[in-house]
């Protein structure tokens, strides 16, 4: 099915730049994933990651009320297992930004390997440009703990990358996996 959806995105949206990623994760962040990936109603396969392109150039972030003080990042959303990658992203759009906008390309695919203590998990991020075109910019979704939005250039994506690699221990697995979208981002829209 993975195959088959994306080649599907890429006929409707064009090829994406594909990333791979190993990552060595705590035991404590691996067992959160296998939580994440393999229990419950809200179990996911994946994420959409959306990068939304603002009428003035830059790129829409976001903070949650339980993230580290001054903690900002793109915007993302899980793929449930029973959910197509598009669907995702336009429910994810809606809840988290209520802003009408046009998908201007799949932009890339990140596809990550989760390692603890012998064990591998699969993840995937599909990383989809979106230009604003209206709308009230607010978080339709309260469970989503969306607390403030805020706008970085693509320039400034590298340094929001860092900050998320440099926060304390508990929250290091999560910064470091959240970083990498934002350097690939930086990477694909600066070509």
Not at 33 to 51: A, F, H, L, Y
Request: hydrophobic share 35%; net charge negative.
């Amino acid at each position: 099915m993975y195959r088959q959806e994306i080649e599907a995105l890429i006929r409707q949206f064009g090829e994406p730049r594909r990333h791979t990623c190993t990552m060595e994760i705590s035991h404590e962040t691996f067992n959160s994933w296998v939580r994440k990936i393999s229990t419950g109603p809200v179990s996911c396969r994946g994420e959409v990651i959306m990068v939304i392109v603002r009428p003035n150039g830059n790129v829409l972030l976001h903070t949650k009320e339980f993230y580290p003080p001054g903690v900002y990042r793109l915007l993302s959303g899980r793929v449930l297992w029973q959910e197509k990658v598009q669907d995702t992203l336009r429910r994810e759009v809606k809840e988290e930004t209520s802003l009408d906008v046009k998908v201007e390309r799949l932009l890339g695919l990140i596809e990550y390997e989760f390692r603890c203590q012998g064990s591998s998990l699969p993840f995937v991020s599909y990383i989809f440009q979106l230009e604003e075109l209206g709308g009230e910019l607010c978080c339709l979704d309260d469970a989503e703990g969306i607390t403030g939005f805020r706008e970085a250039s693509v320039e400034q994506l590298p340094t929001v990358a860092a900050h998320l690699e440099q926060l304390e221990p508990e929250w290091q697995d999560w910064g470091n996996f959240r970083a990498i979208a934002h350097y690939v981002v930086r990477e694909m829209l600066a070509d």
